[in-house]
């Protein structure tokens, strides 16, 4: 069998031996008794390059997926089409040793990652049910929201008992702060596991959330010892104290990644305009910081500065939290220190797989979050397409032509994962990041310096942050006056995410494939996904329905060939309307349907949703002009009869089937399909293909 060599091969010139013999990237230097030296049998190479630390990364993200799919439902056949398809041509040319090098690094990472979650889950699950008790906890996160605060705790003592997991609370005062230790008794509620397409279920499960409660009046008796929670919750008051409120929330949202203060508008419209990552913490922030202390101490210490960077990016990630996206740049700008303190070549690719071992060994759970699979599919991305990209642009000057092919080698990877995870893609990202990220390391280096002043000279702390405060009322100005809210939404890939990926490998420059067999898996894997999105969001025929929750909150969007029709209930608000809408649909709504007790509450979420029409049960008064309210028992709606029971249960009746809504109880009767909201989820039978849950 012919050796290949695990060097990252990047699409650049390489120096396969001592006498600097050029090689491709879809060539690999061998020797053999038949073949002249430094020539090469490419039909004999296998399609990728055998990376044991790469078939163990993947192996063990596939079990953690796996486990998660069977246990919390949701498993399709199609879950196994990319790991199947990447898998075959992996051992290629079928040499036993590969295939058993392969097979086993594959499958005991994949019982590995199972049995991480596993253990995570029933860890979850225990604790105490629901009810009255009493709690004592340690404030790590915390977000002031008009005259509460909204508090993560860990720590926990439960009628004095010692708890794991993490308590989400919001209590009656904003002098809470991160560090505090508080006690308070209240009815609280346990958090059960995920349900299949419950972000909120998943939110809380990733993030080790087991107990909730609300309106809580709260007692601070202590303060925790841990510095960094200290530190945090006074670089949140030393900004707040000396900057204008946007300008503070953003800056604090910049420097921890805790955005949950920004102005919920002003957040959209951050998000809407494709920079939202910059005011998270990521791979750019840790980026930026290693390399300032690098540079500084590099006259000193050589090629030992490394050393102090690293400290600080480590430091600063647990400031933040250890988010995901930090701890894996952090263990990347590791992987890179060591290899260069070896005098190593680092290959990208290894050290991400590395990364993602190490990040879902102890944090399973984070493959369900989307910050995760941002921050790895920003990578993968960079990794597959980033040469091939430069090439492509190498006419143009070399800052332009990097930026493109870093930008859209991250766009091609991390596409379908937005749209799934947040609904829309934005159009302006690409023109807003080559403005803002060439001024991201000023702006950040900047208000990190500012900040230490201020923290070292609280007297003239208003002073050292003048000029960022400045910086960012300028870009706070242009988000006011601009409009950045143009975006692709109302869609959902589906089963299309895998095409996707599977298209996004083979397509790339790790993947060696004849130009004719590329052509042909570019054409069908092109038809194949048109298809696939066709099918997941078209309606031909028949009854489409998509059921949406979000805690206590529900909605039902009914779709016919012709006419669509939401339906909410009392507690959904008009941002978890719109954000279900945006996964889903992006036209007109025929009609807003309120099933609610509360009809009023709910009649003024319907109305600032894109409709003319909400219809209710009983006659309120509403007291809106511009939206047209029916108060009717029984309607009609292009094809589709509505008829209320009660004020929470209607059934609908179309294209031959008869649909019960019940937001009251989860009693199923003698309807074709059942929806109903009851003991803590939103329940729903009869799942034979006309209905997905979001």
């Given at each position: 069998?012919?050796?290949?060599?695990?060097?990252?091969?990047?699409?650049?010139?390489?120096?396969?031996?001592?006498?600097?013999?050029?090689?491709?990237?879809?060539?690999?230097?061998?020797?053999?008794?038949?073949?002249?030296?430094?020539?090469?049998?490419?039909?004999?190479?296998p399609?990728?390059?055998?990376?044991?630390?790469?078939?163990?990364a993947?192996?063990?993200?596939?079990?953690?997926?796996?486990?998660?799919?069977?246990?919390f439902?949701?498993?399709?056949?199609?879950?196994f089409?990319?790991?199947?398809?990447?898998?075959?041509?992996?051992?290629?040319?079928?040499?036993?040793?590969?295939?058993?090098?392969?097979?086993?690094?594959?499958v005991?990472?994949a019982?590995?990652?199972?049995?991480?979650?596993?253990i995570?889950?029933?860890?979850?699950?225990?604790?105490?049910?629901?009810?009255?008790?009493?709690?004592?906890?340690?404030?790590?996160?915390?977000?002031?929201d008009?005259?509460?605060?909204?508090?993560?705790?860990?720590?926990?003592?439960?009628?004095?008992?010692?708890?794991?997991?993490?308590?989400?609370?919001?209590?009656?005062?904003?002098?809470?702060?991160?560090?505090?230790?508080?006690?308070?008794?209240?009815?609280?509620?346990?958090?059960?596991?995920p349900?299949?397409?419950?972000?909120?279920?998943?939110?809380?499960?990733?993030n080790?959330?087991?107990?909730?409660?609300?309106?809580?009046?709260?007692?601070?008796?202590?303060?925790?010892?841990?510095?960094?929670?200290?530190l945090?919750?006074?670089?949140?008051?030393?900004?707040?104290?000396?900057?204008?409120?946007?300008?503070?929330d953003?800056?604090?949202a910049?420097?921890?990644?805790?955005?949950?203060?920004v102005?919920?508008?002003?957040?959209?419209?951050?998000?809407?305009?494709?920079?939202?990552?910059?005011?998270?913490?990521?791979?750019?922030?840790?980026?930026?910081?290693?390399?300032?202390?690098?540079?500084?101490?590099?006259?000193l210490?050589k090629?030992?500065?490394?050393?102090?960077?690293?400290?600080?990016?480590?430091?600063?990630?647990?400031?933040?939290?250890?988010?995901?996206?930090?701890?894996?740049?952090?263990?990347?700008?590791?992987?890179?220190?060591?290899n260069?303190?070896?005098?190593?070549?680092?290959?990208?690719?290894?050290?991400?797989?590395?990364?993602?071992?190490?990040?879902?060994?102890?944090m399973?759970?984070?493959?369900?979050?989307?910050?995760?699979?941002?921050?790895?599919?920003?990578?993968?991305?960079?990794?597959?397409?980033s040469?091939?990209?430069?090439?492509?642009?190498?006419?143009?000057?070399?800052?332009l032509g990097?930026?493109?092919?870093?930008?859209?080698?991250?766009?091609?990877?991390?596409f379908?994962?937005l749209i799934?995870?947040?609904?829309?893609?934005?159009?302006?990202?690409?023109?807003l990041?080559?403005?803002?990220?060439?001024?991201?390391p000023?702006?950040?280096?900047?208000?990190?310096?500012?900040?230490?002043?201020?923290?070292?000279?609280?007297?003239?702390?208003?002073?050292?942050?003048?000029?960022?405060?400045?910086?960012?009322?300028?870009?706070?100005?242009?988000?006011?006056?601009?409009?950045?809210?143009?975006?692709?939404?109302?869609?959902?890939f589906?089963?299309?995410?895998?095409i996707?990926?599977?298209?996004?490998?083979?397509?790339?420059?790790?993947?060696?494939?004849?130009?004719?067999?590329?052509?042909?898996?570019?054409?069908?894997?092109?038809?194949?996904?048109?298809?696939?999105?066709?099918?997941?969001?078209?309606?031909?025929?028949?009854?489409?329905?998509?059921?949406?929750?979000?805690?206590?909150?529900?909605?039902?969007?009914?779709r016919?060939?012709?006419?669509?029709?939401?339906?909410?209930?009392?507690?959904?608000?008009?941002?978890?309307?719109?954000?279900?809408?945006?996964?889903?649909?992006?036209?007109?709504?025929?009609?807003?349907?309120?099933l609610?007790?509360?009809?009023?509450?709910?009649?003024?979420?319907?109305?600032?949703?894109?409709?003319?029409c909400?219809?209710?049960?009983?006659?309120?008064?509403?007291?809106?002009?511009?939206?047209?309210?029916?108060?009717?028992?029984?309607?009609?709606?292009?094809?589709?009869?509505?008829?209320?029971?009660?004020?929470?249960?209607?059934?609908?009746?179309?294209?031959?089937?008869?649909?019960?809504?019940?937001?009251?109880?989860?009693e199923?009767?003698?309807?074709?399909?059942?929806?109903?909201?009851?003991?803590?989820?939103?329940?729903?039978?009869?799942?034979?293909?006309?209905?997905?849950?979001?």
């Amino acid at each position: 069998m012919n050796t290949v060599p695990r060097s990252e091969i990047d699409g650049k010139e390489l120096n396969a031996n001592a006498q600097n013999i050029a090689v491709s990237p879809l060539q690999t230097k061998t020797n053999t008794d038949k073949e002249p030296k430094g020539t090469v049998s490419e039909r004999r190479l296998p399609h990728f390059n055998f990376r044991p630390i790469l078939f163990c990364a993947l192996g063990l993200a596939f079990g953690i997926f796996l486990y998660v799919k069977i246990r919390f439902g949701g498993l399709a056949a199609s879950d196994f089409l990319f790991i199947g398809i990447f898998l075959f041509f992996a051992v290629r040319p079928y040499g036993l040793k590969r295939i058993f090098a392969v097979a086993l690094c594959f499958v005991i990472f994949a019982g590995v990652g199972a049995l991480a979650v596993h253990i995570y889950t029933e860890q979850f699950r225990r604790g105490v049910p629901s009810g009255e008790y009493e709690v004592t906890g340690t404030v790590q996160s915390f977000t002031p929201d008009y005259g509460e605060t909204k508090v993560v705790l860990t720590n926990l003592k439960i009628n004095g008992k010692s708890t794991g997991g993490k308590f989400n609370a919001s209590v009656s005062s904003e002098e809470i702060r991160a560090g505090d230790i508080v006690r308070f008794t209240a009815e609280i509620s346990r958090n059960e596991l995920p349900q299949e397409g419950n972000s909120y279920s998943c939110y809380l499960f990733e993030n080790g959330v087991r107990y909730t409660a609300s309106d809580v009046t709260v007692e601070k008796v202590g303060v925790s010892k841990n510095v960094f929670l200290l530190l945090n919750s006074k670089i949140y008051d030393v900004l707040h104290d000396n900057m204008p409120k946007d300008e503070a929330d953003i800056s604090y949202a910049l420097l921890t990644g805790n955005a949950g203060g920004v102005d919920g508008t002003l957040l959209q419209a951050i998000r809407e305009g494709g920079i939202a990552h910059i005011f998270a913490v990521s791979g750019l922030h840790i980026g930026i910081l290693f390399g300032a202390v690098s540079l500084v101490f590099s006259p000193l210490l050589k090629k030992k500065s490394f050393l102090p960077a690293l400290v600080a990016v480590i430091f600063y990630s647990a400031l933040c939290g250890f988010s995901v996206s930090s701890v894996r740049a952090v263990i990347m700008c590791g992987v890179l220190s060591v290899n260069r303190a070896l005098g190593r070549k680092t290959d990208f690719l290894s050290s991400l797989s590395f990364a993602a071992l190490v990040v879902l060994m102890f944090m399973p759970a984070q493959w369900l979050s989307a910050g995760f699979r941002l921050s790895f599919g920003a990578c993968t991305g960079l990794a597959l397409f980033s040469g091939t990209f430069q090439r492509a642009f190498r006419k143009l000057p070399n800052f332009l032509g990097g930026y493109l092919a870093a930008s859209l080698s991250v766009q091609i990877f991390t596409f379908p994962i937005l749209i799934e995870s947040f609904g829309y893609f934005s159009v302006w990202g690409t023109l807003l990041n080559f403005i803002l990220i060439p001024a991201l390391p000023a702006l950040f280096l900047g208000l990190l310096l500012c900040l230490l002043f201020a923290l070292i000279i609280p007297p003239a702390a208003a002073f050292f942050l003048f000029i960022p405060q400045g910086m960012l009322s300028l870009l706070l100005y242009v988000f006011s006056v601009a409009e950045f809210s143009l975006v692709l939404k109302g869609f959902s890939f589906g089963t299309g995410v895998v095409i996707w990926l599977i298209a996004a490998v083979m397509l790339s420059q790790r993947m060696r494939l004849k130009a004719v067999l590329r052509c042909v898996a570019a054409c069908s894997l092109s038809v194949l996904f048109a298809l696939t999105m066709i099918y997941e969001n078209a309606v031909f025929y028949g009854l489409k329905i998509d059921v949406y929750e979000n805690g206590k909150s529900a909605s039902v969007l009914l779709r016919t060939a012709n006419t669509a029709v939401l339906v909410i209930d009392e507690d959904i608000s008009l941002r978890n309307c719109n954000a279900f809408l945006s996964r889903t649909y992006a036209g007109k709504l025929d009609a807003v349907v309120v099933l609610a007790a509360d009809e009023l509450k709910a009649v003024n979420v319907g109305a600032f949703l894109p409709t003319s029409c909400v219809y209710a049960r009983e006659e309120i008064a509403t007291g809106l002009r511009e939206t047209n309210v029916v108060f009717a028992e029984k309607f009609s709606l292009g094809g589709m009869t509505f008829f209320y029971e009660s004020a929470e249960k209607m059934t609908v009746t179309a294209e031959n089937s008869v649909v019960e809504l019940d937001f009251e109880s989860s009693e199923a009767l003698g309807a074709d399909l059942f929806i109903g909201k009851g003991s803590g989820g939103l329940k729903f039978f009869l799942r034979n293909g006309i209905i997905k849950a979001i």
